[in-house]
């Protein structure tokens, strides 16, 4: 298994711009969030989806959006770019609720945003 | 939501054993103890998570005060590879839904020295 996979690793935006970010997992798992971490700081949820079709906001959604068409891939949207958005982005997959395995979050190795 | 400290960093030598505490006096009955870690430039990873007992994996020991308001994370011999920033973190026994979700604090940044 490839686990869960982010592309790309790195990228920079101008103010303004658009761009999806994209987060794979090859595990099955029905439930998938997204994370930014700031500098010197924990993560912070996004957006979240507990399956195929199915989204929410998380602590920090405004300026973002995610859609769930496949239980594989979970894009985020940067809808128009902003310098406050500069930040790292992990994706993370786990098993859903009453699977044994539930309580693990597999997280992406990250995709590094400037916004200039 | 149920909030935990810790102290921000703490300094081991290799090959000794490091406590790493955590309060979480707010503790609800239905609430897991998790603890992540993430190394330099990479994802958090799953380091352990218990209710009430102690816990041990192959990672590391998770020991568990009885009144639950504190819990310690024990690695029993430092490696310089355990040098990352350690997040104690609540979470929900319903893992489906918004209690699937994880609330990340600043965590400990360990220190390994060799």
């Known amino acids: 298994n490839a686990g869960v996979t982010q592309t790309p690793k790195f990228q920079v935006l101008k103010t303004g711009q658009s761009m999806t970010l994209q987060c794979a997992q090859d595990?099955?798992?029905?439930?998938m969030s997204w994370y930014r971490q700031d500098p010197g700081m924990g993560l912070r949820l996004i957006h979240y989806s507990v399956g195929a079709g199915i989204t929410d906001q998380g602590e920090v959604p405004n300026g973002y959006n995610v859609s769930r068409s496949t239980t594989e891939d979970f894009p985020l949207r940067l809808l128009s770019a902003a310098p406050s958005q500069t930040s790292v982005y992990f994706c993370?997959?786990?098993?859903?609720?009453?699977?044994?395995?539930?309580?693990?979050?597999?997280f992406g190795p990250g995709t590094r945003l400037t916004v200039t | 939501d149920a909030k935990t400290t810790q102290p921000n960093s703490m300094e081991s030598n290799e090959e000794e054993p490091v406590h790493l505490p955590c309060n979480h006096s707010t503790i609800s009955g239905t609430d897991y103890i998790h603890w992540y870690r993430q190394l330099p430039s990479q994802g958090p990873e799953y380091v352990i998570h218990g209710l009430t007992s102690n816990v041990n994996n192959r990672m590391a020991s998770l020991a568990i005060a009885e009144d639950r308001k504190s819990s310690t994370l024990i690695l029993h011999r430092a490696t310089l590879r355990d040098a990352a920033v350690y997040y104690c973190i609540l979470r929900d026994e319903d893992y489906g839904g918004s209690q699937g979700n994880l609330i990340f604090g600043k965590g400990t940044k360990l220190s390994v020295k060799p």
């Open positions: 595990m099955n798992h029905e439930y």
């Open positions: 993370a997959s786990s098993p859903p609720s009453g699977d044994p395995s539930s309580y693990e979050q597999y």
